[in-house]
């Protein structure tokens, strides 16, 4: 596959859904990519990238940022409270907030800081341990704290279904959540099920090995 074989099926999607055209944001998954996989989609043209890890996106995404200013950068992965700093000094939006603590020290560092990258909350669709994201009981009283009290720009939500489940199950409850809470995102869909996240009504899909090939 490759960059413009997933945009025609965005495109598709959207016409499909009765989606406003161009609606739906593509974030090209860069994380553990050869470089000249990388290079080759910023010299297509496409500008917003997606990393899981704070530490290697600082060893790739500086340098390419200077050469390319216009470029979006996400942040898909758990996050740690020690790297709050970092990450305001390179991310653009950040799709992982999922605590209090975190967004408390958002909070504290980007009223110094007087910038902020927007945030997505991230919600553990599946209720499960391993995974990183609230619980969807919690999720009304964090959207409400991370407003109110922590004055976060929160745009919407995120998930990533369990592993063995039906994925649609859980973009529907995402977005009943999102619904109900005011917000207008939904980061859900990844190279598998894509399409079917924008029938659910995703705003950012996170798109990896469909535009990058395997990760090596
Ligand atoms: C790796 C990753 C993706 C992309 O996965 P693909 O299956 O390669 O498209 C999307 N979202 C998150 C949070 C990821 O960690």
Redesign the pocket.
């Known amino acids: 596959m490759s960059l413009e074989n997933i945009k025609d099926q965005i495109r598709n999607a959207e016409l499909t859904n009765n989606r406003q055209k161009g609606s739906v944001n593509l974030?090209a998954?860069s994380?553990v990519q050869p470089l000249e996989r990388v290079e080759r989609v910023l010299s297509q043209g496409h500008r917003i990238f997606?990393e899981?890890r704070v530490q290697e996106a600082y060893q790739k995404w500086p340098a390419w940022k200077e050469k390319f200013p216009t470029v979006s950068l996400h942040l898909?992965?758990p996050l740690q409270t020690n790297k709050v700093k970092e990450v305001l000094g390179l991310f653009d939006v950040v799709?992982?907030l999922d605590r209090d603590k975190l967004a408390r020290i958002f909070s504290e560092n980007i009223q110094k800081l007087g910038s902020s990258p927007d945030f997505f909350i991230q919600v553990n669709t599946g209720e499960e341990e391993q995974k990183a994201g609230i619980f969807p009981a919690m999720v009304d009283k964090f959207v409400e704290q991370c407003k109110n009290t922590y004055d976060l720009p929160i745009v919407g939500l995120?998930c990533?279904p369990p592993i063995d489940e039906e994925p649609s199950l859980h973009f529907a409850l995402l977005k009943k959540i999102a619904e109900r809470n005011g917000l207008n995102r939904l980061s859900m869909g990844?190279?598998?099920d894509?399409v079917s996240a924008i029938t659910f009504g995703s705003t950012d899909v996170?798109?990896?090995?469909?535009?990058?090939g395997r990760?090596l």
């Open positions: 974030i998954v994380k997606g899981n898909l992965g799709h992982s995120m990533i990844m190279s598998a894509f996170r798109i990896g090995s469909a535009i990058f990760r």
